[in-house]
């Protein structure tokens, strides 16, 4: 049994007084609880209650010297398991989406690599607002989890979408969330992502429109969960994930030599890089010109990555695949699954709308070796590693009092195979996804 470790954040709506029933409700379940406040939650519940019903101080100013040292807010940073905000007001959820750190809980948010909760509380126009919605789709984006606000009549004497949810819906998913934090301790990942670049000439290449981010995202999950991830990433213009050790390549060939040098010692590789299967033979070390006419480039299977590394498994590690497909997506993932020896295979169609390439959003389907495909709707591509990950690896292992009985033991390829329901790792938060997926969706976002 571990403790899992919560920092609690609270900022200024009439809602902060719930906080102390959301302190009592984390402890009750066996929970170590610090309180961190903005100051206009002082004004609503008293720090001496909080700090009283914690037994620690409550952090709220950024420099604080009576009461503990910027090493110790480091310290805090390190030893948390989750980050829950509630009631989280518009201010703050707009400081988070926008990396504004101008007190402890915003600064603390822009350190801390554990999951993250906001639970929402504010007037119903204000949820709805175009930037508030923005702004959670943006945090959504980053695999940051909302509780979703409750209807019902308001403080300020209006109905309507904008009320904390309960403190026991928002300590239930609490609970999942902080355990989901160390549930892959000790493994160590492998993930490819981006695409290769395979040259033609000196100053020329041929390349495809991965943009990373899938990859990206798997590999900051994992990282959050605790896992020890190294990423061998194609040239894309993302920022590493925190706490990821990237290395950086070109081509198919320096991919492949690279996944040589570190499978043997991973636990599990998701390969989600987009690799060039031919490269033009022996390009010039010259740049051609257009004198010499029209280039006769004569073109070499590059190695299959992953069917190397599916034939150099062992049993303890578990690989994963992905499929970029037109049309059938998963008839065609299924049969790549078996002749490269892989565990799972992450399929996705990508000729349908806001799907795979060059997309902020993704929807898959995950076939494992036996069971049924898994599909996962249309979702921010953060989302979509989660899920993926919590299939794969499996769920959070049992916290102490928590009530979930969704524990880390057991195969993978048993777990593939239970009913899609039982696996979905937060419910509460699902239309405030789901409504982000959709606005992505709209959108059509590039990057
Ligand atoms: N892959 C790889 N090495 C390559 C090409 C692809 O490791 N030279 C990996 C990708 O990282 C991905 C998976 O293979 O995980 C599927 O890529 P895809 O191009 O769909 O596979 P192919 O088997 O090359 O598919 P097809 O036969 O449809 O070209």
Avoid at 45 to 55: A, E, F, K, N, V
Avoid at 70 to 88: G, K, N, Q, S, Y
Wanted: charged share 25%.
């Amino acid at each position: 049994m571990t403790v899992p470790r919560i920092v609690l954040g609270v900022s200024g709506g009439i809602g902060a007084y719930k906080a102390a029933e959301i302190l009592r409700g984390l402890q009750k379940e066996g929970a170590d609880v610090t309180v961190a406040m903005t100051r206009h939650a002082t004004e609503f519940i008293t720090p001496l209650t909080l700090q009283t019903l914690s037994g620690k101080p409550v952090a709220i100013e950024l420099y604080d010297t009576g009461r503990g040292s910027d090493i110790e807010h480091i310290e805090l940073v390190r030893r948390t398991d989750l980050l829950l905000v509630a009631p989280a007001t518009a201010n703050i959820v707009g400081k988070m989406a926008s990396g504004v750190a101008d007190d402890f809980l915003s600064t603390f948010f822009t350190a801390v690599k554990c999951p993250v909760l906001i639970a929402p509380a504010m007037n119903t126009r204000m949820w709805t607002s175009a930037a508030m919605q923005e702004n959670v789709r943006r945090l959504l984006a980053r695999g940051v989890a909302f509780v979703q606000p409750e209807s019902g009549p308001l403080a300020c004497g209006e109905e309507g979408e904008g009320r904390l949810a309960s403190p026991s819906t928002i300590v239930a998913q609490a609970l999942r969330l902080a355990a989901r934090g160390r549930s892959l301790a000790g493994m160590r990942a492998l993930v490819t992502a981006g695409p290769t670049r395979e040259p033609i000439d000196a100053v020329r290449f041929v390349t495809n429109r991965s943009s990373g981010r899938m990859g990206y995202a798997v590999a900051e999950a994992l990282s959050r969960r605790g896992a020890r991830v190294t990423l061998v990433s194609g040239p894309t213009s993302l920022g590493t994930p925190y706490g990821v050790s990237r290395i950086d390549i070109e081509t198919a060939a320096e991919l492949a030599a690279e996944v040589r040098r570190l499978w043997p010692e991973a636990d599990t590789l998701w390969m989600a890089a987009a690799v060039a299967d031919f490269r033009p033979d022996r390009p010039p070390k010259v740049k051609l010109s257009k004198r010499s006419g029209s280039p006769d480039i004569r073109w070499v299977a590059t190695e299959d990555v992953l069917r190397s590394a599916g034939k150099s498994k062992k049993p303890r590690q578990v690989l994963i695949g992905f499929a970029a497909e037109t049309g059938d997506a998963a008839v065609k993932a299924r049969a790549k699954l078996r002749e490269k020896n892989l565990d799972f295979i992450v399929a996705n169609d990508v000729s349908k709308p806001g799907v795979g390439f060059d997309h902020e959003t993704n929807a898959v389907t995950l076939i494992g070796r036996k069971g049924a495909p898994i599909s996962l709707g249309l979702a921010s591509k953060a989302e979509i590693a989660d899920r993926l990950i919590d299939l794969v690896h499996g769920r959070e292992p049992r916290v102490a009092g928590a009530k979930t009985k969704t524990g880390a033991a057991g195969s993978a390829r048993a777990r593939a195979s239970a009913p899609p329901a039982s696996r979905s790792p937060r419910s509460g938060d699902a239309s405030v996804r789901r409504r982000a997926a959709r606005t992505a969706a709209r959108r059509g976002s590039r990057r």
